[in-house]
């Protein structure tokens, strides 16, 4: 952490605070007479003008949902925080007990001294993972956690075609997920194989009556009929409040990719069916700026995520299979550990799967924090 930039945060309702290294603490006067505006700014106009100024993080604590835009949230309502960081923004909803200002600030500068990003550091500061929202709408409060399947997702492979997928499910992998890359230059012709290989892929999994995820492409997905989709943070980001409207009211399940502490809290405010943590080795099969998850993370993203977590990353052989299930995965993402004949693999992976999973009650407990992912330059 660069100690001359210090993150600040605006308690909306209280005064000034005490010094604290790498944290401001200031009251809402204080920060608009900083940022030059007045007094009844909104808490992201006051935190953008505040970042401008050079501070690598801003939280804005305690602000009644009335104000979020001018008039009561639907539902929820409370009391909600703004986060503005390098990494993340967007609304904050606590999830366990009301944490005051200071007692925030500190536990926010003792982790930012640890080695997390601002925004890592800000929702883990919290006594319980709070939510993040994906833009300027609030999150709502977390559903109550449905019934989970006692067997797990078990393997869940990856694969590229049609005839990879088939290899896979003969073998009896019964979660697949159907990962074609849409090149730059995609043509109609191209755009045509796509929907012959979702639809194909949608009937071979319903014949082996197996769990089909499409990666990517949702809204061909919905309108092939498909169950469950796959997409990672980008693309959410990129598909805006309106397209993620449009995503759930597909009624398809979702599972989303996630990395760092903030895209664990995002995830889990759109209720998705599942998310992947990773990764959990080193890979070469995405560059990735990520620091590998361990088994470490594994256990705690399991402990805290409030729905079934898949490992991902790195994971070739049955000994990380079996490490992973323990850890307490539902799932276990395996690509180049399927091999050219999934039909030889895929028995022992999944026995190992079953031996893990067994072993769960006997699995070291969740540490108390993640370890941090990515290095901190804040």
């Known amino acids: ?55 690598p993080a801003v939280l804005v604590h305690g602000v009644p949902a009335v104000l979020v835009h001018g008039v009561p949230a639907p539902q929820g309502g409370g009391t909600l925080h703004w986060l503005d960081s390098t990494h993340a923004r967007g609304w904050v909803r606590a999830t366990g007990t009301t944490t005051d200002a200071i007692t925030l600030a500190r536990a926010w500068s003792d982790l930012r001294g640890r080695g997390y990003v601002a925004a890592d550091a800000a929702l883990l500061a919290f006594d319980a993972l709070p939510l993040l929202s994906w833009g300027d709408e609030p999150p709502q409060p977390m559903p109550a956690a449905s019934a989970q399947d006692p067997q797990g997702m078990g393997i869940y492979a990856i694969v590229d075609s049609v005839p990879g997928l088939v290899q896979v499910l003969d073998a009896g992998v019964r979660t697949v997920q159907l990962r074609v890359k849409q090149p730059r230059d995609a043509d109609a012709a191209w755009h045509a194989a796509l929907r ?29 009929g498909a169950d469950a989709v796959h997409l990672g943070q980008e693309d959410l980001l990129a598909l805006g409040d309106a397209g993620r409207a449009e995503l759930r009211a597909t009624g398809m399940a979702l599972g989303i990719s996630s990395h760092a502490v903030w895209e664990l809290c995002r995830a889990r405010a759109l209720a998705s069916a599942y998310v992947a943590c990773g990764p959990v080795w080193p890979t070469t099969t995405k560059d990735m700026p990520w620091r590998p998850q361990g088994l470490d993370n594994l256990a705690w993203w399991v402990r805290v995520a409030g729905v079934p977590v898949v490992a991902i990353g790195g994971i070739l052989e049955v000994a990380q299979v079996r490490q992973t299930a323990r850890a307490g995965a539902d799932g276990v993402c395996v690509l180049r550990g399927l091999g050219s004949e999934p039909k030889r693999t895929v028995p022992a992976l999944q026995e190992a799967f079953r031996l893990g999973r067994a072993e769960r009650a006997a699995a070291a407990p969740a540490p108390a924090r993640p370890h941090p992912t990515l290095e901190s330059r804040e």
Do not use: F, K, Y
């Open 1 to 55: 952490m660069n100690q001359h930039q210090a993150a600040v945060l605006v308690d909306w309702r209280g005064a000034e605070g005490p010094p604290l290294p790498g944290v401001a603490v200031s009251s809402r006067a204080g920060a608009c007479a900083r940022a030059a505006l007045p007094t009844d700014a909104p808490p992201a106009a006051v935190a953008a003008a505040l970042r401008a100024q050079g501070a």
């Open 196 to 224: 012959q290989a979702i639809a194909g892929s949608i009937a071979a999994a319903r014949h082996h009556g197996a769990r089909l995820i499409i990666n990517d492409h949702w809204r061909v997905a919905a309108e092939l």
